[in-house]
């Protein structure tokens, strides 16, 4: 005969050999199977009961630790008639404590009102910073960085192409020369009498009216003058626009009290 091989495993039932079936030996047979159940179930059994005991071990230790712990305390405070050495006996943190931790140096406080936090907390250096934003910090804005400006006037460069309308000064009167373009040979008809005389081309009485060429002076030109008044300048004056006054340059806000700690 050879032991069972027994393993830790919780079998949910134990198999029964059924009345007229054949019992037979062997790590498979009728009978083995039901004693490998009984088995696995005693070893899983043993492992837990193992595992409990262990866990109650460590739990007695902690609670031993913790009732000397609290027996330490108590006994600090055995002899103790004030509050600030029961609370550093008992490892209790004061309000200034709390609030030293919250707000190291370097840290901000806002508020909508004006006390300042070293009145408030008992503590710290705090310098109040007035009239900026307060923006995150990236690589273009390191911690502690100031810049901006509240009102800015535009530069040349900043202002936007645009034109400007002019007008100029009027002078004296003036003419100018010049002369006529040619036409080729030509004549011109003049108004005369013929009376027994000769024609007179500013003899125009009516009666005897005619109108007479004069002769072919062949192709010319005639020169002009216009109201010759010489030489002369104008002024231009070219209009301004704008006022040039600074421009508010701040997005919308709520303003508040900031403190900075220093020290």
Known sequence: MADIIESSVWEEGVREVGQGEPVTGGRTG???????????????????????????????????????????????LSDVHDVP?????????????TLQTIYPVGAIYMSVAETSPATLFGFGTWEQIQGRFIVG???????????GEEKHTLTVNEMPE??????????????????TST????NHLSRGH????????????????????????GAHRHTITINKSGAHAHTITVKTTGGGVAH??????F????????A
Not at 137 to 147: D, R
Not at 183 to 186: A, K, P, R, Y
């Open 194 to 217: 013929y009376g027994g005389g000769d024609v007179g081309v500013d003899d125009t009485d009516g009666d005897n009216s005619n109108i007479w060429p004069t002769s072919y002076a």
């Open 30 to 76: 009728t009978v083995n199977l039901s004693l490998q159940d009984i088995a696995n179930r005693t070893v899983w059994l043993r492992d837990q009961l193992k595992a409990l005991g262990d866990d109650l071990a460590a739990l007695e230790v902690a609670t031993d630790e913790k009732i000397d712990t609290t027996l330490k305390k108590a006994n600090d």
């Open 85 to 97: 050495t029961a609370r550093k006996n008992l490892g209790i943190a004061t309000l200034e404590e």
């Open 248 to 253: 508010n340059n701040m997005p919308p806000y």
């Open 162 to 179: 645009h034109g400007h309308s002019a007008t100029s000064t009027q002078n004296d009167g003036h003419t100018h020369s010049g002369t």
């Open 183 to 186: 036409d080729g040979e030509h």
């Open 137 to 147: 910090v990236n690589s273009v804005y390191p911690a502690g960085a100031t810049g």
């Open 255 to 262: 303003a508040a009290y900031i403190w900075r700690r220093t």
